[in-house]
């Protein structure tokens, strides 16, 4: 197995440096001419900063603000981070181990950096409160849905861990909250065909071989409301949350179905109520049996006065 090759700059709040490979048929004359027009969104006086400050490396170390350009090289620095407004809920911890971590992630928080969500998520934040460097997610979800996620520890156990959720080998279960139906014959496996354009924000089915199926089960209902548990068996994007709009009981709380909603970003009401409530599978390293379950609950159920959110 090839060796990952040691960034020069250490990580930052967490973060590895970014690293750009310098094109072979590179036509320009410094890297700082090479960097203006690659990343054309970071502005040129912040890259003659970032120069003049020592903050842009290659493997020999600081880059002078008129170093050449060498086709096939690498460098490496740190993106400047975006404004961000703090979520403010605590990951809760399942079980730490010297391989894994398993954590109940709150509403809100994204579970790896992307786009807006870079410091307030919930890999870089574990990183620097429990000083894990090298922790790595062996999966994800959305921002908008809490509950279980695990995290590899050690990273000569990271391939694992990971193919066993790229495999489909571990066993899901999440908890949802929706308008109760009495017609909906239930239980039912809901079978569809999904498909997530990029930079588009919603998913939608669409006719033909399904791709993505979900064991749909009702648990309990009262006042309206059902509490239902929903068992993955693919993992396409949105797929609970379009299999249970697709019954007529969209999930409460869901920004993104039926309708999009433009939610503000520091807005922590009405949380969608979609909750990972269990992992199980067959540990890779140790081959025992594992199961985790959440300890959180979800609010339209527990506290539907405290929620008050309208019906979907």
């Known amino acids: 197995m090839r060796r990952r090759q040691q960034p020069p700059l250490p990580k ?18 410094t890297v700082r001419d090479h960097l203006v027009e690659r990343l054309p969104r970071v502005p040129a006086h912040r890259i003659d900063e970032l120069l003049r400050e020592g903050g842009i490396v290659d493997l020999e170390g600081p880059l002078a603000p008129d170093a050449p350009y060498v086709p096939g090289g690498a460098i490496w620095f740190h993106r400047d981070l975006p404004d961000e407004t703090p979520v403010p809920f605590d990951i809760g911890i399942v079980h730490r181990d010297e391989s894994i971590l398993v954590v109940d992630k709150p509403h809100f928080l994204a579970t790896i950096p992307r786009g807006q969500h870079i410091l307030e998520t919930a890999l870089v934040r574990l990183r620097r409160e429990l000083d894990l460097p090298d922790l790595v997610p062996a999966h994800r979800l959305d921002r908008a849905t809490a509950g279980l996620v695990l995290f590899v520890v050690d990273p000569a156990r990271r391939g694992a861990y990971q193919t066993l959720f790229h495999r489909r080998l571990v066993h899901k279960e999440y908890e949802a909250i929706a308008r109760f139906d009495p017609t909906l014959e239930l239980p039912r496996v809901v079978r569809s065909r999904i498909v997530k354009e ?17 064991q749909v089960e009702l648990l309990e209902h009262r006042d309206g409301r059902g509490r239902y548990r929903l068992l993955p068996r693919t993992g396409r994007t949105h797929q ?24 503000p970003v520091d807005d922590f009401t009405r949380p969608l109520q979609l909750l990972a409530s269990a992992l199980e599978f067959t540990d890779p390293v140790t081959r025992e049996p594992r199961r985790f379950t959440t300890k959180r609950t979800l609010q339209a159920w527990d506290d539907p006065r405290g929620w008050a959110g309208p019906e979907n």
Do not use: C, S
Not at 243 to 256: A, Q, R
């Open 12 to 29: 930052r709040h967490g973060l590895d440096p970014a690293r750009l490979r310098l094109p072979e048929d590179g036509h320009w004359a």
């Open 240 to 263: 609970l949350r379009l299999h249970m709009n697709g019954l007529g009981v969209p999930i409460l709380g869901d920004d993104f179905y039926p309708e999009l909603t433009d939610k």
């Open 198 to 214: 990029r930079q588009v924000l919603q998913a939608y089915e669409v006719d033909g071989e399904p791709n993505a199926e979900t």
